[in-house]
């Protein structure tokens, strides 16, 4: 069964840090690019982050840039999110989702924006909160 599963969040002071999990399952992470969003209440849900299938690109919001670190190790089909500096702002759902990208060409491609995104997982809440 093909699967993403999000792990690592919780309740952290401001300023403070966590990293994110997303292991995926029954299929092959390395042929696709991963990203990251976050749904906040009465907001829509807002890419913050991704990462080419191999690694070698990467992409970040405006809002996360400079703080945020995603990275992926294909060896254990997990990509994380290294979230550094948090703001009462960062508080959402966080969601990671993956889109397969096999041909060569698209190397070094990833997607912000949740569509044609092949797999979601279910999410895992940071709440950012003194």
């Known amino acids: 069964q093909l699967q993403l599963v999000e792990s690592g969040g919780g309740l952290v002071q401001p300023g403070g840090s966590l990293r994110l999990s997303c292991s995926a399952s029954?299929?092959?992470?390395?042929?696709?690019?991963m990203t990251w969003f976050r749904q906040a209440p009465g907001n829509e849900r807002e890419a913050i982050s991704c990462?080419?299938?191999?690694?070698?690109?990467?992409n970040y919001a405006d809002s996360v840039n400079g703080r945020f670190t995603i990275f992926r190790d294909n060896a254990k089909n997990t990509v994380y999110l290294q979230m550094n500096s948090l703001e009462p702002g960062d508080t959402a759902v966080y969601y990671c989702?993956?889109?397969?990208?096999?041909?060569?060409?698209?190397?070094?491609?990833?997607?912000?924006?949740?569509?044609?995104?092949?797999?979601w997982g279910k999410g895992t809440l940071v709440t950012v909160s003194s």
């Open positions: 990462i080419s299938k191999n690694g070698n690109s990467t």
């Open positions: 029954g299929f092959t992470s390395n042929v696709y690019a």
């Open positions: 989702a993956a889109r397969g990208l096999s041909a060569p060409y698209l190397s070094r491609v990833c997607i912000m924006s949740p569509t044609g995104m092949n797999y």
